[in-house]
């Protein structure tokens, strides 16, 4: 089984719906993250947590929430969606020190009609 | 000016060929560096971290360079498997540059 997880795996929904992606790890680690992938602009930062009480606004925080349900899990919201938050996004993990490298789930890729 | 920047590229070189790519970045207090590998549509992978001293992993060598705020990534006798998008990573934070294409042709 995949040590990150993320569900649903495609998704397309209208404007204005509300979305949550859901992401869950076996790995045990602290740190979670929250990225979107569009062509052209790479990897960027929507939110990350270091624990359970941690929550930090990344790059391109608006228009978007999250939640830390547990040390595994880490969902992201969109409250009402637009067809600019189309995109390919990608939940990662990482330990507890600045050196370690992130795990990434397989991607959710969102379609907002 | 972006925190992490890179050229998108693409690189286009033969088979044997020796590459390397740059990354800037802004924050001069910034402590740890990664070069990741993403293959088209898939999630991107830690290729290696990055030294102070700079390292080596095979084919591929890392360097930084605090004075001028850039981490390199050099790859030599390039293979038609190396095809993938480069990205380069700051921080804890996780702040990824843009990427980087590589093409490798026969």
């Known amino acids: 089984d995949a040590d990150v997880t993320q569900t649903p795996r495609n998704r397309i929904t209208k404007t204005g719906k509300r979305i949550m992606l859901e992401c869950s790890q076996t790995k045990g680690h602290d740190r979670m993250y929250w990225y979107r992938q569009d062509p052209g602009l790479g990897l960027r930062l929507i939110y990350y947590s270091f624990d359970v009480k941690d929550i930090n606004k990344g790059e391109i925080s608006d228009g978007y929430s999250v939640s830390r349900q547990a040390q595994a899990k880490f969902s992201l919201s969109l409250e009402s969606a637009i067809p600019n938050q189309t995109a390919l996004y990608f939940c990662?993990?990482?330990?507890?020190?600045?050196?370690?490298?992130?795990?990434f789930g397989p991607g959710t890729r969102l379609t907002v009609l | 000016r972006k925190e992490v920047e890179q050229d998108p590229g693409p690189f286009n070189v033969p088979e044997g060929a020796t590459v390397a790519f740059n990354c800037t970045y802004s924050?001069?207090?910034?402590?740890?560096f990664f070069w990741y590998r993403q293959d088209c549509r898939k999630e991107p992978k830690l290729l290696m971290s990055v030294y102070s001293s700079g390292n080596e992993d095979g084919r591929f060598t890392a360097q930084l360079n605090r004075a001028s705020q850039y981490i390199s990534l050099l790859i030599r006798d390039s293979k038609l498997s190396d095809s993938a998008t480069y990205l380069c990573v700051v921080n804890r934070e996780g702040i990824f540059g843009a990427g980087t294409r590589l093409f490798v042709k026969a």
């Open positions: 990662a993990t990482a330990e507890g020190t600045s050196a370690d490298e992130q795990f």
């Open positions: 924050n001069s207090a910034s402590q740890s």
